[in-house]
T-cell receptor, first 115, second 111 residues
Framework: AQTVTQSQPEMSVQEAETVTLSCTYD???????LFWYKQPPSRQMILVIR??????QNATENRFSVNFQKAAKSFSLKISDSQLGDAAMYFC????????????FGQGTRLTINP | ETGVTQSPTHLIKTRGQQVTLRCSSQ?????VSWYQQALGQGPQFIFQ???????GRGNFPPRFSGLQFPNYSSELNVNALELDDSALYLC??????????FGPGTRLTVT
């Protein structure tokens, strides 16, 4: 079974600085997808960025980018120019390919932005 | 484009009761997945519906059941509620399970 581990329960960063959130996963599949979701206090899970395992190029969405290391099974999220609105729980998720396309989530990292 | 909606927002039930939670999927999506998120945890997959049939199930007992309707909306039913069922229940819609977009969730409290 696939597992996702986020080793940083909490992180903090100064506004306008850069922060990196870590995620590792375990799988025997060769083709899969990885996601980062953001969950603000409003509770709604918001898709931040996705990465296809077959793509070597790291995904980028505006201030958000990932460092995908397939051999190391590592998938970190970098947030540049941090803004107060970035404060939230961040979840790393792995999407299985067989059967149901279910998401397997990590435990989350709480990100605080200091003004 | 209408996003994923869920109802109700909150509800409180007594142990042993039954509850039904509802989800309307985003337009153009045909697959609905349900997740349970306990306080301070990541969401856990309950099951997924595609073409009105269960398409996969997580490690949840049979008292968790669901439906998907022809318009792709969905219900989650939980019978014989237990205190540990207290959680945020999230619905996610997608096209064939690909990118899953979540609703705001229903907060269930069992007393």
């Amino acid at each position: 079974a696939q597992t996702v581990t986020q080793s940083q329960p909490e992180m903090s960063v100064q506004e306008a600085e850069t922060v990196t959130l870590s995620c590792t996963y375990d799988t025997s599949e060769s083709d899969y997808y990885l996601f980062w979701y953001k969950q603000p206090p409003s509770r709604q899970m918001i898709l931040v960025i996705r990465q296809e395992a077959y793509k070597q190029q790291n995904a980028t969405e505006n201030r958000f980018s990932v460092n995908f290391q397939k051999a190391a099974k590592s998938f970190s999220l970098k947030i540049s120019d941090s803004q107060l609105g970035d404060a939230a729980m961040y979840f790393c998720a792995y999407r299985t390919n067989g059967g149901a396309q279910k998401l397997v989530f990590g435990q989350g990292t709480r990100l605080t932005i200091n003004p | 484009e209408t996003g994923v909606t869920q109802s109700p927002t909150h509800l409180i039930k007594t142990r042993g009761q039954q509850v039904t939670l509802r989800c309307s999927s985003q337009s153009g999506h045909n697959t609905v997945s349900w997740y349970q998120q306990a306080l301070g945890q990541g969401p856990q997959f309950i099951f997924q519906y595609y073409r009105e049939e269960e398409n996969g199930r997580g490690n949840f007992p049979p008292r968790f059941s669901g439906l998907q309707f022809p318009n792709y909306s969905s219900e989650l039913n939980v019978n014989a509620l237990e205190l540990d069922d207290s959680a945020l229940y999230l619905c996610a819609s997608s096209l064939f399970g690909f990118e899953q977009y979540f609703g705001p969730g229903t907060r269930l409290t069992v007393t």
